[in-house]
């Protein structure tokens, strides 16, 4: 028997949330981003996964300019780096999910990076940290899918549509009838002080790409002064652009917005951040565009981020499997 993609989730990440906290802990929209994360991981546990695909962005902790993929499936061990209060050290994985979606990615014609030994940031575990984490009970294994959002040139909105629509259907034909659930995290409008790496323009610019060029086992050395540029930043967001981008979502009209954005404008529009959109494409995409609900939208400038969670059903349960 093939696999069930049970449930898709779309939730924003920010390391602000764990550092920055007792800033905005008086803040009734900041409690409905962090309530709106319980409730999707208590959604996320009902459905009983028996793993988790989550596909997220590299904040140049993972990844660097010697080498960046457009997408790389971890394909064996997956180690968090554990910058600012998100989980450091090695997490539970499928290695057979993960060396399967590569397969069955190539096969439709994506060639796609992979990794046996993957170093991810909070681009992924944020989304482990407050959505697949539990207390009570085994951690459900992890296959990361690391998209290219801030290293230009970036995988197109159309791209990452039909990449999510590929990586959907080859999770289908993984056999055994596992259960599996997508998270796509990222976004929503947001914009860092990251230059283009062709072009800087500041010492803070130079600095960065620096970092990002020479960072690989030495990405804590450029860490205090990287932080410092980014807290020190102004917030840039686009509220009405994303309440757009989640109604659509909400009407599993998705697949139109990487038709109708161009993906220029969606950085002038909503902030380079907003690249991170990808991850909720392609999450929306496996789920074949299901509509879904929107549990929280809460603009964060305390966060730089407009921050989000949303839930997408996911297909009925084969026969004789327990729904």
């Not at 590929?166 to 997508?182: C, D, K, S, Y």
């Amino acid at each position: 028997m093939s696999s069930t993609v049970v449930l898709g989730i779309g939730a924003s990440h920010t390391t602000l949330m764990n550092t920055h906290w007792d800033r905005v802990d008086h803040l009734p929209r900041a409690h409905h981003f962090r309530n709106a994360l319980n409730q999707a991981a208590a959604e996320l546990h009902a459905a009983r996964p028996d793993a988790v695909v989550v596909v997220g962005s590299n904040h140049f902790r993972g990844f660097w300019l010697d080498l960046m993929p457009a997408f790389t499936v971890g394909v064996g061990e997956v180690i968090c780096s554990g910058e600012h209060g998100s989980p450091k050290g090695l997490l539970p994985s499928d290695a057979a999910l993960g060396q399967h979606i590569c397969n069955g990615l190539v096969g439709r014609s994506f060639d796609v990076a992979f990794s046996s030994r993957l170093t991810v940031d909070h681009g992924i575990s944020h989304a482990v940290q407050w959505i697949v984490r539990t207390a009570a009970g085994p951690m459900i294994p992890v296959v990361p899918v690391v998209v290219n959002c801030f290293a230009p040139p970036l995988p197109s909105l159309k791209r990452s549509r039909d990449f999510g629509a590929a990586l959907g259907a080859t999770i289908r034909e993984f056999p055994g009838a596992r259960r599996i659930a997508v998270i796509g995290t990222g976004g929503l409008s947001h914009t860092l002080p990251f230059p283009d790496w062709r072009a800087p323009h500041s010492p803070d610019d130079e600095f960065l790409v620096e970092s990002w060029r020479s960072g690989r086992g030495r990405w804590e050395e450029f860490e205090t002064r990287r932080r410092q540029i980014l807290v020190n930043s102004p917030p840039r967001l686009n509220e009405p652009f994303d309440r757009d981008f989640l109604g659509r979502l909400a009407q599993g009209t998705i697949a139109e917005f990487a038709d109708r954005v161009a993906d220029e404008a969606l950085t002038q529009t909503a902030g380079n951040g907003a690249a991170e959109f990808r991850a909720w494409i392609i999450m929306a995409a496996a789920l074949q565009h299901r509509p879904g609900r929107v549990l929280a939208y809460s603009p964060m400038p305390e966060w730089l981020t407009g921050m989000a969670v949303a839930v997408i059903p996911g297909e009925p349960s084969q026969p004789g499997e327990p729904s």
